[in-house]
């Protein structure tokens, strides 16, 4: 599958972004969800993620409670809404994808096989 990350950009500190990802090449409802960023000299982090039919949701402490993750599988896209921003926040964000195999959860990069390309958000204090 391939993914085709959007919307990131310049906000003001409690500003808001949402953050598309496209999908195409395979059965996009076959896959496990997530965003995933990365900081500056930081480790590439879990955000959130949401199970294939979307029945399911997960998030990071820092993301609980201003980030959201919905999909449409009509539409082969996942999207993160994130409101209240911070400086903190500020990273290139990435989406990824892996096949269903039973489980839930999960918040490894290691565990996604197919990636887009980021999409940078920076937030200004």
């Known amino acids: 599958v391939q993914l085709q990350a959007s919307g990131g950009g310049l906000v003001q500190a409690g500003g808001s972004l949402r953050l598309s990802c496209a999908a195409s090449?395979?059965?996009?409802?076959?896959?496990?969800m997530a965003w995933f960023r990365q900081a500056p000299g930081k480790e590439r982090e879990f955000v959130a993620s949401?199970?294939?039919?979307?029945?399911?949701?997960d998030y990071a402490d820092s993301a609980k409670g201003r980030f959201t993750i919905f999909r449409d599988n009509t539409e082969n896209t996942v999207w993160l809404q994130m409101v209240d921003l911070n400086p903190e926040d500020t990273a290139v964000y990435y989406c990824?994808?892996?096949?269903?195999?039973?489980?839930?959860?999960?918040?490894?990069?290691?565990?996604?096989?197919?990636w887009g390309q980021g999409t940078q958000v920076t937030v200004s204090s």
């Open positions: 090449g395979r059965t996009f409802s076959n896959y496990h």
């Open positions: 949401i199970t294939w039919r979307g029945g399911m949701t």
């Open positions: 990824a994808a892996r096949s269903y195999s039973g489980r839930s959860y999960y918040r490894a990069p290691a565990e996604y096989g197919f």
